[in-house]
């Protein structure tokens, strides 16, 4: 039966055809070859040597004979592979949908009528069509069309649109509808009926411009548009993976919403989140707002390789930045060119290199007190350095004589190059500069091993420097908590390379005292008191230690200690060394850590080995002279001086103790900082970190503009590119979404994807004349103001300016009632003949429970809440936290501050769509399902306002059942019932107050949060009444309407 | 009241379209069938009831799943592959040319080997090789395929579940019972499609494993707790009887319907629908979840007991949704992670879940449902040859990840029972026969459900993505 279906398609296609005329080459065969074939039959790729895109080519064919046989469509071997019946040829497109029979039908009859080529060889170029594709071609700059009764520029270009379509616009919503959709839509909560009754009685013009700014200017706009940002960012409050540890990165969160509130034009907004610790005197703010990126997730699970999902951040992130501002599938490019838009793999990579250049440091965020008692530490120990220096007679000449008296102490030393290295839990990497850098499941104990072969028979000692890096907490070394350390033992064992076979690799000398390396002696530059050197050759290996329990101003500092060998040793023909570090806590509670990033190095000097009192990095700015040195660095060497010398002991003493009160920061963010010398990056091979290939440079994709000119290669250069208004995409990209958020569905329905297989805009003019506008409001845009006082004048790349232009059009404010002929025409509403109808965003669900029952607490930003959650949700997670459920009103917080844990997110947020932060949102769901009936019907959240609810209706809604039912959907709908709905709650009233007549208990139970101690009641009013209430207030929570945008 | 109409004359519409899809299709021949229905499957999400029960491409074997997702990676070799050449080379390294540059996530790759401990045998008429610790799976030996072929690309336990569950080591993808609820829809009208039971510890993967990622939220998997209450929000608030919550219920109807008449808007419609469903929920999960009325013969069959949190209880109940029309039912047993005396780890987790497992079996056999249901059985990855131990880590005598090579098995639903497929080389290291990479059971599975792989697509991104991405081949040597 199959057999005669091609013949049917065929049928078909000729259906199509003859109603087209024949088939034209250029019209129908150059993108049928362009969507189908040439991707990997074109100019980048030949599979099976065959390219496609020149009819020579084609005719020359590849391994499996020529594509075409003009004239001959039957025999021709491009219509047998499409159809799937070649002998040899897999159907093609491979692994991609059949042609559909009319294409195919086209084909034939084209290879039929002799395959004429197209004319112009452009015009088969895959992905390069003769015009750029709609958006990544510069801004139209379309007039808003001449329409009768239309004034505002949104609605000329949506009512020309309708009339050409003969749909007539619907009237405007009446007041209270529209004051709750405004209000949902500016701040993400419901008006208060005060609200609405202000509103519905302002009479004078402009009362409509004068509620929009109210609302604008409300802190809670910060809140309903932070939280459409944070979609795209991916905010959690947890790393993700196995482990799922917490991470503190609020206050990031607290820096959009400030933002959004204060209406940073968003270039700027764009700059500080990509770059702002790159711009000149970058503030913490700026610092702060860097945190966009760092909302990766991070794998800590047991074992994983630091650098693999360090590679899984950076490729999430060129996805977030692609899909948040682009608004394209850049992602498709990390493991072979994208196989219908035009980004090759180079271009990947290179937006890759412009975001791989960074360290990732936890900053910390000092309260002002704190900030200003750390400052106060900080000058009183400048003053003890400047009173010491004031005391000398020739301080500098001091200082040449110190750095020259221990200049020998630096010695010379070869870093060891590990050919091999093992740790467990954590794992270690080998940088370029011999130093190992601890990531992954971080621990603070470990034995951390090193293989070495080393052809040295001379050998006298070791050398192990615990070192700064940003990734690091506090710049480290230790690789947690305070950025302590604590090394117990440093052990080395020693093997004849000769008596080694070759294919024992990385095998392991045979422990035993042969050659088991003894220390004499081990010395540091520092130590505080109970942490001598000595610890760490004295035989035991899970005890105390070196550590760097010193107090703030010495404990992120450099640190080095060195071995001495009872003897010098090396067997000839080669040594095999095996190097550990033993490392665990001393016991003594402090927070002492493996040791982040070490070296270690050998010597073969002779006589008593030294410890240079000053870092490499240090000593390195000691040798220059010292009219060479900066200020800063100056002042750093004389210090170490101080700290040092034992001259200076008695300074010392009281220059450590001037730390001795440092405050530890109330909060910490993760943040970006560059890397002194920039990563490298190279192309992946099918985007597998481990086969780099290619070395390539920072570059934007070669579709679209080049950086503009004088912007470094870097995230600040990307950051300035995206808002430069050469690109075509951010301010399209970023528009539509905000339309989206209005009306349900943006312009272009995919705003993940302004690629070419997206659909088409549905107002392609007013998608480019809202982007400019957005970009470069046109100076007419002073619009008269009817609130009396003065417009601000319209900034460039302001939200606030773009919701303002949205919201005063009549299209936003049109009514959403669906008359059937509409719902016919137009289900999905794309022509707009009517305002928009939708259920909420699952924050508002519970954000308009909780302030329609008065429950709401209004305070803006902060750490993230844990509201009550059922027992055994946690459980679920493989790294549980204790959900401890907040106190007081932080019970009662706007939705978008509940802690998110990745692994196990709210389960009622989850159930209405909200998205798991796994990765960048820019569109969500909008189901309706049984679960989120559940959620409002018995959630406790929910029931609590229900309660409390039921309660303020008995309180302020009047003595008799119709003022009740009125005051109740004021509280939840805004409008007032009419008879129909006041009837049926007055009856569920009554018959849920018979109900409960029996069960005085249950309606306790129900009523109140604590039955032994109800809240106070009118007079008059009983329990009974007080259940019967909070169960109507519960029916009105549950209605539609409640949850839904009108 | 007029919409009303309207919209029941619209589903009547749809469900006679469905009609003239499922029984005329003959008239239309098999490939544009199956176009049409891909084109269905996409529009239907969008209609007023995403869950109705939907044909696959074809003639499908099993229509629902129950996969025992034993994470954590169970050790094949304490379990079903038979390797009794280990104990030649105990205390030896894996040669290197074997150990092809493979690291760990614990162990250096040249730790010495570790032959199991456990006595093997052959069971059944097809004689499958089973360890002692297996008594009772041994004895539905005849009625299960066992692959201990499986190879997959991630070592990592979060990676390596939500690769085994979505098809993709990246976050955000669809999981399997979502893929498979998205093209079937579910029998049943009062339970979630996709239920997700859970004993023993949290899961390394998190709710990833389970999520519906850019398919529509409805597919997620529900995760069904311990106790009366399965469904989160499932009870009445405190003092609410079922006659008060109906009673509101009627209030809610009512206020919706007339406001459906006034806005016009159908996904009003639909929310009535959805809490009508939710209330059909509420009236029959606990119900469901009620292990009690299960006659005494099946309990101890199970090792169940009813009230108790554990995996032989969650095994019933999968029975139990099973049989009521819940199309995927994944349970997680997150226990078998040993990097220290998986001797004792296995034996003991094999006591936990060897008797439910294979009870599952017979009783859906004696049932006449394990025609129609697949089980499945198996972990994220396997475990090594090697020996794992750390003084600091206070293991010993324990087995770390391990990718190349591990053992699944399956039963019912079109799987050829008694099969033993694949195997491996003399140190349990590497497929050497009937490689089964996680892609192609992916793509059997499918199958067995009656969908072409290559076939049940979801455009997101411009793209058409699969459970499958590009790869995957059915294993037609499963096939029944």
Request: glycine share 8%; net charge neutral.
């Amino acid at each position: 039966m199959t057999r005669f279906l091609p013949s049917m398609g065929l049928a078909l296609g000729f259906a199509v055809l003859a109603a087209a005329g024949p088939p034209s080459s250029e019209r129908d065969i150059a993108p049928l070859l362009s969507t189908h074939c040439l991707a990997c039959h074109g100019p980048r790729k030949q599979e099976s040597g065959l390219r496609l895109d020149s009819r020579d080519a084609a005719l020359k064919g590849g391994d499996h004979g020529p594509a075409l046989a003009p004239g001959k469509a039957a025999e021709s071997a491009m219509v047998l592979v499409v159809e799937g019946r070649h002998p040899e040829v897999a159907r093609m497109p491979h692994r991609r949908e059949p042609l559909p029979a009319h294409e195919v039908a086209v084909l034939r009859a084209w290879i039929d009528a002799g395959a004429p080529w197209p004319a112009a060889a452009a015009a088969i170029k895959q992905s390069q069509p003769e015009r750029p594709h709609w958006a990544f071609a510069p801004f139209h700059q379309p007039a808003p069309p001449k329409v009768r009764g239309a004034d505002h520029p949104i609605d000329r270009f949506v009512r020309a649109k309708l009339r050409a379509e003969s749909l007539q616009p619907s009237p405007e919503a009446d007041r209270t509808t529209l004051l709750r959709r405004l209000s949902l839509d500016l701040t993400g909560l419901p008006p208060a009926p005060e609200e609405v009754d202000a509103f519905v009685s302002d009479k004078a013009p402009g009362a409509y411009e004068r509620v929009v700014e109210r609302l604008l200017a409300s802190p809670h706009y910060g809140e309903r548009w932070g939280r459409w940002w944070l979609d795209a960012a991916r905010y959690a409050d947890s790393n993700g993976f196995e482990k799922d540890r917490t991470r503190s990165i609020w206050p990031w969160r607290d820096w959009v919403i400030r933002s959004l509130n204060e209406d940073k034009p968003f270039d700027q907004f764009t700059v500080e989140q990509l770059a702002g610790d790159l711009l000149p005197d970058a503030s913490l703010d700026q610092r702060v707002a860097t945190g966009f990126l760092r909302n990766s997730m991070v794998n800590m699970e047991g074992g994983v390789e630091p650098e693999k999902f360090r590679v899984e951040a950076m490729i999430d992130r060129v996805d977030c930045v692609s899909r948040t501002w682009l608004g394209v599938t850049l992602a498709c490019a990390q493991c072979h060119n994208h196989k219908y838009d035009p980004f090759s793999m180079a271009d990947y990579y290179g937006f890759y290199a412009l975001l791989n250049q960074d360290d990732e440091p936890r900053i910390d965020i000092p309260s002002p007190d704190q900030a200003s008692r750390r400052a106060a530490i900080e000058a009183a120990a400048r003053a003890i350095e400047d009173k010491a220096r004031a005391s000398l007679p020739d301080p500098d000449a001091r200082l040449e004589a110190w750095l020259r008296d221990t200049a020998p102490a630096a010695g010379s030393w070869q870093p060891l190059d590990a050919h091999e290295w093992h740790s467990q839990p954590m794992k270690f990497e080998k940088q370029e500069d011999l130093a190992f850098l601890g990531g992954g499941d971080i621990h603070n104990f470990s034995v951390v091993s090193l293989w070495v072969d080393v052809t040295n028979t001379h050998i006298t000692g070791f050398k192990v420097e615990a070192l700064n890096d940003a990734n690091l907490p506090f710049n480290g070394p230790g690789i947690d908590g305070d950025g302590g350390f604590n090394l117990c033992e440093f052990t080395v064992l020693a093997h004849p390379l000769a008596s080694l076979q070759k294919s024992e690799a990385g095998s392991e000398p045979p422990h035993n005292a042969t050659n088991s390396i003894t220390f004499s002696r081990a010395i540091a530059d520092a130590w505080p008191d109970g942490a001598h050197p000595t610890n760490t050759i004295d035989g035991v290996r899970n005890k105390d230690g070196w550590h760097s329990s010193f107090t703030k101003g010495r404990r992120n500092q450099e640190r080095r200690i060195v071995f001495q060998a009872s003897k010098p040793f090396g067997f000839e023909g080669g040594t095999r060394l095996l190097v550990a570090l033993w490392q665990k806590p001393d016991g003594s509670g402090r927070p002492n850590h493996l040791i982040g990033r070490f070296r270690v190095s050998m010597t073969t000097r002779d006589g008593l080995l030294e410890v240079d009192p000053l870092s490499a990095r240090q000593r390195a700015v000691a040798q220059l002279p010292p009219s060479q040195r900066p200020a800063a660095a100056q002042r750093e060497l004389f210090r170490e001086m101080l700290l040092h010398d034992p001259a200076f002991a008695e300074v010392a003493k009281e220059w450590d103790a001037a730390w001795k009160d440092w405050p530890a920061a109330d909060h910490t963010s993760l943040a970006l900082g560059a890397r002194p010398i920039p990563r490298k990056t190279r192309i992946f091979k099918r985007g597998d970190w481990t086969r780099p290939t290619t070395e390539i440079s920072g570059a934007t994709p070669a579709v679209l503009p080049p950086l503009p000119a004088g912007v470094p290669a870097n995230r600040l250069g990307l950051a300035r590119w995206l808002v430069d208004p050469a690109n075509p995409l951010t301010a399209r990209v970023v528009v539509n979404r905000v339309w989206q958020a209005y009306f349900g569905t943006g312009l272009v329905t995919t705003p993940e994807d302004f690629g070419v297989r997206a659909d088409a805009p549905s107002h392609p003019e007013l998608l480019d004349w809202l982007a400019r506008e957005w970009m470069q409001p046109s100076a007419a845009k002073a619009r008269p103001n009817h609130g009396g006082g003065t417009a601000a004048p319209p900034a460039p790349w302001s939200l606030k300016n773009l919701h303002r232009l949205i919201v005063t059009s009549a299209t936003y404010r049109q009514s959403s009632r669906i008359p059937p002929a509409l719902a016919e025409k137009d289900a999905q509403n794309r022509l707009l003949a009517r305002g928009p109808r939708l259920r909420v965003d699952a924050e508002m669900v519970q954000d308009i429970v909780l302030k329609a029952s008065g429950l709401l607490s209004p305070k803006v930003g902060g750490p993230s809440v844990f509201p009550p959650l059922p027992d055994g949700v946690m459980s679920l997670a493989y790294g549980q936290i204790g959900w401890n459920v907040s106190p007081g009103d932080d019970r009662y917080r706007r939705a978008m501050y509940t802690f998110w844990k990745r692994t196990v997110p709210y389960p009622a947020m989850m159930a209405f769509d909200a998205p798991a932060a796994e990765q960048s949102c820019v569109r969500r769901n909008r189901s309706n399902t049984p679960l989120q009936a559940l959620v409002t019907l018995n959630e406790p959240t929910m029931n609590n306002a229900a309660r409390w609810l039921g309660w303020r209706t008995l309180q302020l809604g009047g003595p008799n059942p119709d003022s009740r039912a009125t005051f109740l959907f004021r509280q939840v709908l805004g409008r007032r019932p009419d008879a129909r709905e006041t009837h049926a709650l007055i009856r569920l009233a009554a018959d849920l107050r018979k109900d409960f007549a029996s069960r005085e208990k249950d309606a306790a139970m129900f009523a109140f949060n604590d039955p032994q101690n109800p809240p106070p009641l009118p007079p008059g009013v009983t329990t009974l009444d007080a259940a019967a209430w909070s169960g109507v207030a519960r029916a009105v929570l549950n209605l539609d309407e409640a949850i839904t945008k009108e | 009241m007029n919409l009303l109409h309207e919209l029941s004359r619209e589903r009547a519409r749809y469900l006679s379209r469905r009609w003239f899809l499922r029984d005329c299709s003959v008239g239309l021949g098999g490939i544009a069938l199956a176009s049409l229905l891909q084109d269905r499957a996409q529009a239907a999400v969008q209609a007023s009831d995403p869950m109705a029960p939907r044909r696959p491409h074809f003639q499908p074997k099993a229509k629902s799943v129950i996969y025992l997702f034993m994470a954590g990676a169970p050790s094949q070799l304490e379990l079903f592959d038979h390797k009794p050449s280990l104990r030649k080379y105990h205390g030896k390294p894996v040669p290197k040319d074997v150990l092809g540059g493979q690291t760990y996530a614990f162990i250096k790759p040249d730790s010495a080997i570790h032959a199991p401990d456990f006595a093997f045998a052959q069971h059944g008429r097809s004689g499958q090789w089973m360890s002692e610790v297996l008594p009772h799976i041994a004895s539905v030996a005849d009625n299960i395929a066992v692959v201990r072929s499986m190879t997959t690309d991630a070592f990592n336990h979060a990676p390596g579940q939500i690769f085994m569950n979505t098809g993709s080591q990246q976050f955000g993808r669809p999981s399997m019972g979502s893929w498979i609820t998205y093209g079937l829809g579910s029998e049943s009208r009062d339970l979630p499609g996709f239920v997700v039971l859970s004993s023993a510890g949290g899961l390394s993967g998190g709710a990833g494993n389970y999520g519906a990622g850019f398919l529509p939220t409805v597919f997620q998997g529900v995760p069904f707790r311990n106790g009366r209450d399965p469904v989160l929000y499932l009870s009445n608030p405190a003092g609410i009887t079922s006659a008060a919550q109906r009673r509101t219920l009627d209030t809610v109807k009512e206020l919706n319907e007339h406001r459906l008449g006034v806005v016009g808007d159908p996904e009003i419609a639909t929310r009535i629908n959805s809490f009508e469903l939710a209330h059909r929920m509420q009236m029959s999960a606990p119900e469901l979840v009620d292990l009690s009325k299960e006659p005494k013969h099946i309990l101890e069959l199970y090792g169940a007991e009813p009230g108790k949190a554990s995996f032989a209880n969650n095994c019933l109940l999968a029975r139990r949704l099973v049989e009521r029309g819940v199309r995927f039912v994944q349970l997680f047993h997150e226990a078998w992670d040993h990097h220290s005396d998986v001797k004792g780890g296995v034996k003991g987790q094999a006591a936990v879940t060897d008797k439910a497992c294979a009870a599952l079996v017979k009783d859906l056999k004696e049932r006449g449902l394990l025609d129609s249901t697949l089980v499945v059985w198996g972990g994220e990855f396997g475990r090594t040859p090697q020996v794992e131990a750390s003084a600091e880590l206070g293991r010993s005598l324990g087995r770390d990840h391990h990718p190349q090579a591990f053992t699944y098995w399956l039963a019912g639903g079109g799987v050829k029972s008694g099969l033993s497929l694949g195997e491996t080389d003399e140190f349990g290291f590497n497929v050497t026969k009937d490689r089964v990479h996680v892609h192609d059971l992916h793509a059997t599975l499918l199958h067995l459900l009656g969908f072409d792989h290559e076939k049940l697509t979801f455009r997101f991104q411009g793209r058409d993505y699969r459970l499958t991405d590009v790869h995957g081949e059915v294993v037609q040597k499963l096939l029944a």
